[in-house]
Each structure stands twice: as C-alpha cells, then as structure tokens.
C-alpha cells in the first residue's frame, strides 16, 4: 500500500543574525511532528531554511564591510549548523537566494502582474527597517512599529501592489468552512477580526530604496518585497513552476499538510500567503499552526535586552535531548512558554535523571543482579501487573491523539505518566524483597520482564521528542522497535532477551549553584546603569465647569472615525478640513488643528469623535461634528486615538 503524504514546513528564518533558543524551538517543534508522522507510517517531506533578501540584510552587510551574498551565505550556514547540532531531520533546506527559486520568484510577479492583481502606484507610510513592514499612523503604537516596537521613519517611493481587497471574501468563507486552518482558534478570531472583516489594504510587494532583493525583471529598478519573495519557498522548494512545468514532487506534495510559524508571523501566513495562493489558482494549505513564543525568565529574547540564549550554549551544557525535551515539555499549545537556567536544571535532574534516567538503570541493574542480565516472562502476575499494563497500553492512544491535536507537550507528559507508573511499580512489587524468597523467583523475573516491557514502550513512543535518548534506552534492553502499528498489543519484548551489562548513565544530576557559576563566567553580569531621575510628571489643572447629569451626557454620542482625506480650509490659518469615516457614512468636520498636523498627518488615523454635535460652518465650511483632542501648558495640540485598534463607528463609552 502507498504511504499516505504529510509535507509540513517551518517558517524560514531571517538571516539577519544567529538565531536563538526561541527560534530554535520552531525546528526541534515541526522535527518531532515530522519523526512521529513518519513512525505513523506516513511520507514525509520535511522543509525549512533561510529567508535572505531585504534592507536589514543590505544594512547590516554593508556594516559588516562584506557583500549581502557573503553574508547571508555565513548566517546561513550558521542556521544550518544549529538545526543539525539539534538533530532536525528536515528533507530540504531551502534558501531564498537559490537559483531555481529567484526564477520562480520573478516568474510568479510576472504572471499576477499580467493578470491584473499586481499595479504599479506609490507607497506613502512610516517604515520599519527591522520588520521591513509599513504602518499608517494610526497603526503605530506610541508612534513605534506595533510589531517590534522599534522606532519608524517615513517613507515614500515608488511600488507595485497586490490587489487584497480582491480575495478577501473568498479567504473569509474559506476560514469559516475550514475550521482547522488556523490554529489554535485563538489565532483565527485574531485575523478575522482585526484584519479580514474590518476590510484588506492592497499590499506593497516590490520596493525601489534598496536593491538586495529579487529584482523585478520587467522593471529592474523594482526588487520583490520580501513576502513575495519569502512565503514562495514554499512552493518552489518542492518544486512549482507556473508556467505549468511543476515537478511530480509538487504535485504530490501539494498543498502543504503542515505550516508551523511563530504567532507573531501568522498574519502573512493566514492572510496574503493564501491569497497569493488563489490568485495562483492553487490549492490553499490545510493547516497552519501559529505556536507561542518561548520567553526568557524576564520577557520575549532580545539582544538589545542582553537576555538571548542560544542553543549550542544550552546543549554544551545539557546535551541535545535534554534542550529537545525542555523546550518542547516547557511550551504550552497556545501560552507563551518560560526557559530559564534553573528551570532547566530543576526538569533536568527531576524528569530525565530520576524518573527516565534512574528508571532505566534500576531495571537494568535488577535484571543483572538477579538473572545475569535474562529477561523472562514467567507469567506469575498479580492484579498490579494489570494495571500497569492498561497504562502500557493506553499511552500510545494517548500520545497519538494529542500529537494529531499538535499537543506537542501534553504528548511528551503522557509518555512520563507512563514512566512514573513505572517507577511506582517498582515501590509496589519490591524487587528487592522478592529476591530474598527463593519461591517468589519467577514472580521477580515477571516483575522484571513488565518494567522492560514498558520501558520499551515508552522509549520508542519517545523516539519522536529524544531520538538519541530513545536510541541509547532501547539498545540497553536490547529491545527491538515494534511500530507504532504494533503499540496495541503487551508483551512483545522477546522473553529470554539479555539485557547490557553496563547500563549507561543517561542523565547525570547537576548542582544548580555550579551552573550558575559557570553561567555567569560565560556572561558577565553587565554593570547596571545609575538610574537616571525621575522626572516629575506635569499635570494640569483646569478651571471646572458646572457639574451635569448623567442624562444629559447621555446625550452626547461619540464614536471612532477613520480619517479617509483631509485638506486646509482656504483663508484659514488654522483650520482643517476632514472626511471621517464613522461606521458607513462620512462626516466633514472642521478642526483649529493645522498648527499641528498637517493633512497629509491625519489621513489614516482613527480618532475619536462627538458625532451628534449640532452642523455650524466655520470659515464658511460645515462642520458636522468634533475631533476630540487634549492639550498641553504650552497649547499643544493631540488627537485622542484608541489605545487598541478599533473600527471605524465602535462606540466610545
């Protein structure tokens, strides 16, 4: 019978620098999904690799006194290097500056150019050089970048769009007939509701102020912004062409079974990589998983902060499976997840050297101590026995349904139930006792053979999570893999097998004080800055006006509106004149702002406004309603804008 197909992907990571421990967790994640597919049974294609075009990689080259290419082919290969240092058994590696895919690439801009969801016009905004993404005004988020919360600069240049607006309906009724494509559901209603059903912008797919990109081919002054460019990989890596030459790997692979992507990434995953997709007329993937972050002890990794862990760091001091089990046990399926040193010392030393590790060696030393290493089944059971063969049986049903959930965490806990009920067992049964009485002997060898049994099992079902863990414990029973398919059935460890002779050590303690002192060797601890002094907040008292009732504020409407044009009022030098959007309809209003915001400031912004103020003409314009502001001791002017994006015409109460 033909193996069913799974193609999964990671996000392809930025190679702007090392990545780190957070990053990191995305491949040891989407390498465990893949190893648990394949002992399914399945075929799996693996793919992930390395996004290398845009500004920040112009930048920071040009920083560095190296060309983009000699630099993203360093970064590269240090990504490549970490993602085999934790034995990610990925199929393709990928890398935006290959050959085949920059072809793609510009093949694909052409044909969505020639059928109209791609035209040329200009793009006005603030900039983020890191995100490589611009905002409105009102998107920022105290006048920063709402992604990365970095500083922005204007910017304006001449650009190709994609028409949005054109797919989003269909992309909607997609989402609400295909529950399972976004998840977790969290993660829907967030781009339903914040981008998708408040209405799609045309998105800026090409730029001219840099020229490390993919150049447009028709019009080189353009290179392909980097959504284009990256989200792509995904089909040109198994091989799309769109001239209709695709490879037999594209079309078996295709769709992807599987995108997993960092939450903060979910938006051009969900949103402009399917549409892209429909505008290609190809089928949409069937899932994309955005996971949590996983955060350093005092908030999200960043090098700025000094707080970044790396993991040949980590693993220098834990090894390979202890880092996989940490970050894949310590990362809940929608919550941001927590490493920290002593954390992973704490699980180290509980979970891997007591329960696993202690478990393992017990048995094994039992087992030589007692029979010269034999293993037999004497079939002398007790009702105990029953029980710890029902939990046997049980965990992989167990692991198998939360792995299709994606419960990557919950899997691996299932499988140290398994563990601990082995070690209690052991507490119940009292080997050690049973040795003593010559006629309990074949109750000792059954006692024996179960532990090995289970250990069996659990070990192979934790092959996905710690392969080499699960390796080395299986070659110490001298166990043989019996298949997922087989994992039903109790008692097909070969009754008679020898065990090693000496059971490795596979975990060792550590001593939480002698990490942290080799840790602080390794970093430092920056000299803390003097605090600067707090400076005295300025406030503001006012001449109060005559108290009213709560029915007559009742009275007053206000609503946010989006600001869809504005201009000067002529013979005016302090009025402005706006179109906002409240809701469905437009209203003009006139406002003594021009001193502080230009009209090219306020278009984009929402703002909150008095709706049902009386119309009166100032300077001969009407004016039907009022932008409410607050001003400062020196009569400076600003906007009062929602704290968290909101739609045009949400009620302010």
């Known amino acids: 019978m033909e193996k069913k197909k799974f193609y999964m992907t990671t996000a392809i990571a930025y190679t702007s620098g090392k990545p780190h421990i957070g990053n990191t967790y995305e491949i040891i994640l989407a390498d465990a999904i893949a190893r648990f597919k394949r002992a399914q049974g399945y075929d799996v294609f693996f793919q992930t690799g390395t996004d290398e075009h845009g500004q920040k990689i112009e930048l920071k080259a040009a920083e560095a006194g190296v060309t983009p290419k000699e630099y993203v082919d360093k970064v590269a290969g240090e990504v490549k290097r970490i993602w085999d240092l934790v034995n990610a058994s990925y199929d393709k590696f990928i890398r935006t500056t290959d050959d085949y895919h920059e072809k793609q690439v510009q093949k694909i801009f052409k044909k969505l150019y020639e059928q109209g969801d791609i035209y040329k016009g200009s793009y006005e905004g603030m900039y983020c050089t890191p995100c490589e993404s611009f905002w409105t005004e009102s ?41 399972e494509f976004i998840q977790p559901v969290s993660r829907k209603n967030e781009m339903m509701n914040n981008f998708l059903l ?68 979910i938006r051009f995953h969900t949103i402009y990589w399917p549409i892209f997709l429909m505008a290609l007329d190809l089928p949409l993937p069937k899932q994309v998983f955005g996971h949590p972050w996983l955060l350093q002890g005092d908030g999200k990794m960043s090098k700025s902060k000094g707080n970044v862990l790396y993991a040949d760091e980590l693993v220098d001091f834990f090894g390979v499976d202890a880092v996989r089990y940490f970050v894949l046990h310590e990362m809940p399926f929608d919550n941001d997840g927590v490493i920290t040193w002593e954390l992973l010392v704490e699980r180290l030393n509980s979970d891997l050297a007591n329960t696993l590790g202690n478990l393992v060696n017990r048995t094994i030393s039992m087992s030589n101590k007692y029979f010269g290493g034999v293993v037999a089944d004497k079939g002398v059971t007790e009702p105990v026995d029953a029980e710890l063969e029902a939990v046997a049986l049980e ?36 080997p050690w006792a049973l040795a003593k009485d010559e006629t309990k002997q074949d109750r000792l060898a059954t006692v024996l053979y179960n532990l090995v049994e289970c250990i069996s099992i659990g070990a192979e079902l934790l092959e996905p999570f710690m392969p080499d863990t699960a390796e080395k414990v299986l070659a110490q029973l001298n166990a043989q893999k019996r298949g997922m398919e087989a994992m039903e059935q109790y008692g097909l460890y070969k009754s008679g097998t020898k065990v090693t002779e000496k059971p490795e050590i596979l975990f060792a303690r550590l001593d939480i004080n002698e990490v942290m002192k080799k840790v602080e060797e390794l970093h430092p601890p920056v000299a803390e800055q003097a605090e600067e002094p707090v400076k005295e907040e300025t406030v503001i008292d006012i001449e109060p ?109």
């Open 198 to 265: 408040p209405g799609l912008q045309d998105l800026c797919v090409s730029r001219t102020s840099f020229k490390w990109g993919i150049p447009v081919d028709f019009d080189d002054k353009h290179v392909v912004y980097v959504w284009l460019d990256a989200l792509t990989n995904y089909i040109t890596g198994i091989g799309y062409d769109c001239d209709g030459e695709s490879t037999e790997q594209f079309k078996k692979n295709w769709p992807a079974d599987l995108h997993l992507i960092g939450k903060d990434i």
């Open 139 to 179: 998107q920022l988020v105290d006048g920063k970048c709402p992604d990365c919360g970095r500083e922005v600069k204007p910017a304006k240049e001449e650009a190709y769009f994609f028409r949005m607006s054109k797919y989003a309906d269909r992309l909607i009724e997609h989402i609400n007939t295909h529950p």
């Open 395 to 430: 965990t992989p049903k167990k692991v198998t349904e939360k792995m299709e959930k994606l419960r990557v965490a919950d899997a691996i806990s299932d499988i140290f139930v398994l563990f601990k009920r082995c070690n209690k067992y052991i507490d119940e049964t009292m």
């Open 545 to 653: 006006k005559e108290e009213i009732t709560f029915e007559e504020f009742g009275k007053m409407q206000f609503q946010v509106g989006e600001i869809i044009a504005c201009e000067a009022v002529k013979k005016s030098k302090k009025l402005l004149c706006s179109q906002v959007k409240i809701g469905s309809q437009v209203k003009q209003i006139v406002s003594g702002i021009k001193a502080h915001y230009s009209p090219e400031e306020m278009v984009g912004k929402k703002v909150m406004v008095l709706v049902n103020l009386k119309p009166a003409k100032l300077a001969g314009v009407l004016s039907e309603g009022m932008l409410l502001c607050a001003e400062d001791e020196n009569g400076e002017l600003a906007l009062m804008v929602p704290e968290k994006e909101m739609p045009s015409g949400a009620e302010i109460c």
